[in-house]
């Protein structure tokens, strides 16, 4: 059996999805969190059956890329049953895509999911109504605590052929649903509760914007004070316990040579060594991860109470200077923690154009947690000043290089249309749940990749061709960066992994405003692999060649220009 | 008396929608928001320097630019 999982944005799908199948899959509260699809299975009525998470969609006639994967979906899968999950606060309006789906002769059950937020809202829907002028089974389920959901696998496992229906047009749907609702729900008027009114002071200018700018910083100090906890612990473990033991055990069985150098280095600092077992997993443990943890566990609290949509209105003005509309603040921020799922959600950008901007930004001024606990680890002990700069100086790159784009790009950007979800109360487990994915995706990514760039950085110099290197770009980067040779070379090796450079670019002891340089540079100049990857995938191969072109331009007249400013002003 | 303005010229309270300009898409998009002809459109909040607009439809917020808006007709009470 498939069973397709459709509906609306922000109706739960992906919630609903993980219930059924035990797969999980990151949900939040703003629609277009689902851009891929995902598949899973489920045991329904004795029966294994794979299931398929879709983007959500208002109707089948898409309007962006994810829109057009769930068509496709429709389409191509020939599904035995859609489980078409609707909001029950916005019944309406979601009816209009289910009579879409039931036109294509697909068995239909029909889940009303939020139904706890429809209750306290004073909305009340007669199901078996609903379900009898529909035609469809209808369950009432509340997902994110589980409720209702067995109900829906029960009747998924009794699902009949759907009746034949003459396809109606768009007004002859809209007249039918109103007839429907009309009987179906009735609306008990409630007081605006204390988030309604704090939703409505959050995208009114005058309060929207302290509110931001409060929202931002606390984000920022518990995302930094918590990393910075946690690395107080996880680095003395590392140093005490962990250090002494593993250098024991690879001394007594391999004392010298080049396995044990490999494997621990030369030095017992833990950033230093470059061995594979030192460096090589002090970085992404010690270093990335506790930052990795507390960006994702803020983020996700403001991903499910549902702010960032209010965001994206608070600075829409700003970011059409820049050729983009104000949803395009959501994978930026994403961004900020891995740039891969930033650019896939950049797929909820309407046109191409935007999407090359906003992927392009990305890939050049936002600087993923990786790179970020480079920069707070290296420059952060030399003062708030010089991360400052650092972080200042990306600021007005992502503006300036997004003002050009839109200006040399040819077309418009589409207007900001969006619709801005209730604020709810983060369900705790779920939250928790969604950031151990998140930490897990990390630590499968970068701890294979710091391996690997480790032994090849290491392989690499025995053979010679760091020197090589080395030696072909230095007299231009030196001259023009103010850099050492060898911090050329921890540039060259971040395009595997960035936080690998700070390995290289610790033992050389750099001036604050020399780190400066290195770790703006280090952002700008070139996506990591894995999103060059992606950005392949995402652009194809001749914008991706314009947006490296882009990059490589930008690192190195900015590097340039900040060197001699540094200069100027120290 | 009853007066037809545009959505972007709403600067209090609620109209009802009287007629969409625009393509088939457009006013399709519109209509699975909610925004059709005859429902009750409320202001919630405009950005400055032509910002988008709030709006509310049963219930549900909708962002959108001023562009979109001036599409949009309403009937208010005046």
């Known amino acids: 059996m498939k069973i397709l999982l459709m509906g609306n944005p922000n109706v739960g799908k992906s919630v609903v999805f993980s219930r059924l199948t035990g797969v999980n899959v990151v949900a939040s509260n703003y629609p277009g969190t689902t851009v891929e699809f995902t598949r899973g299975t489920a045991r329904i009525g004795g029966e294994k059956a794979e299931i398929i998470d879709v983007p959500g969609t208002y109707s089948l006639e898409p309007t962006s890329k994810a829109e057009e994967v769930a068509k496709d979906m429709l389409e191509q899968e020939s599904p035995d049953v859609v489980i078409d999950v609707i909001d029950a606060t916005a019944l309406e309006r979601n009816l209009f895509l289910t009579l879409h789906i039931l036109e294509r002769g697909v068995p239909v059950v029909a889940v009303l999911n939020m139904w706890d937020v429809a209750h306290r809202k004073g909305i009340t829907i007669d199901i078996k109504k609903l379900s009898e002028m529909l035609q469809v089974p209808v369950v009432s389920t509340v997902a994110v605590t589980g409720e209702g959901i067995k109900g829906v696998v029960d009747t998924l496992s009794e699902v009949e052929d759907p009746v034949v229906r003459a396809p109606l047009s768009d007004d002859e749907k809209w007249k039918f649903i109103g007839e429907v609702t009309q009987i179906v729900q009735t609306i008990e008027h409630r007081h605006p509760s204390f988030l309604e009114k704090l939703e409505d002071a959050s995208v009114k200018p005058l309060t929207g914007i302290p509110i931001a700018l409060l929202i931002v910083s606390i984000s920022f100090l518990i995302i930094r004070m918590l990393g910075e906890g946690l690395i107080s612990v996880i680095g003395p473990f590392f140093e005490l316990y962990y250090g002494p033991f593993i250098t024991q055990i690879v001394e007594s069985v391999i004392p010298s040579g080049l396995i044990h150098d490999l494997l621990i280095g030369t030095t017992s600092d833990f950033v230093e060594s470059f061995g594979l077992l030192t460096t090589g997993l002090f970085v992404p443990f010690a270093m990335v991860l506790p930052y990795v943890f507390s960006f994702y566990l803020v983020l996700g609290v403001l991903e499910d109470v549902g702010y960032l949509p209010r965001l994206a209105v608070l600075v829409d003005n700003v970011m059409h200077r820049l050729g983009l509309h104000g949803s395009s603040i959501i994978p930026m921020v994403l961004g900020l923690g891995c740039n891969v799922p930033g650019i896939l959600a950049t797929r909820i950008l309407e046109t191409k154009r935007e999407r090359f901007i906003a992927v392009t930004l990305m890939a050049v001024a936002v600087p993923c947690m990786a790179q970020n606990a480079v920069i707070i680890g290296l420059v952060g002990r030399y003062g708030l000043v010089y991360l400052g700069i650092v972080y200042g100086t990306l600021f007005i790159v992502y503006l300036g290089v997004g003002h050009f784009l839109n200006k040399i790009l040819k077309g418009e950007s589409p207007e900001l249309f969006l619709e801005i979800p209730d604020y709810h109360i983060p369900n705790v487990y779920v939250l928790l749940k969604k950031t151990w994915m998140r930490m897990r995706g990390f630590l499968m990514e970068a701890v294979p990749f710091v391996l690997v760039g480790v032994f090849m950085v290491n392989i690499l110099y025995i053979i010679g061709v760091i020197d090589f290197l080395a030696a072909a770009f230095a007299p231009l980067l030196e001259r023009l960066l103010g850099l050492p040779q060898d911090a050329i070379v921890a540039l060259l090796i971040g395009f595997l992994r960035k936080d690998m450079a700070v390995g290289m670019l610790e033992p050389l002891h750099l001036l604050p405003q020399q780190l400066v340089v290195a770790c703006t540079v280090l952002t700008l100049y070139f996506p990591c692999i894995a999103t060059f990857a992606v950005l392949l995938r995402e652009l194809g191969v001749k914008d991706t060649a314009r947006a490296v072109g882009i990059m490589m331009v930008t690192s190195l007249a900015v590097g340039g220009v900040l060197r001699i400013l540094l200069e100027w002003v120290i | ?78």
Do not use: W, Y
């Not at chain 2, 209090?12 to 009750?40: D, M």
């Open chain 2, 1 to 78: 008396m009853n007066v037809e303005i545009s959505l972007a010229d709403l600067h209090t309270s609620c109209g009802r929608v009287t007629r969409i300009e625009g393509g088939h898409g457009f006013k399709r998009h519109l209509a699975c928001l909610g925004i059709r002809v005859n429902k009750k459109v409320c202001r919630v909040t405009a950005q400055p320097f032509r910002g988008p607009m709030v709006v509310e439809v049963d219930g549900t917020q909708i962002a959108m630019g001023r562009g979109m808006c001036r599409k949009i007709f309403v009937e208010v009470e005046r």
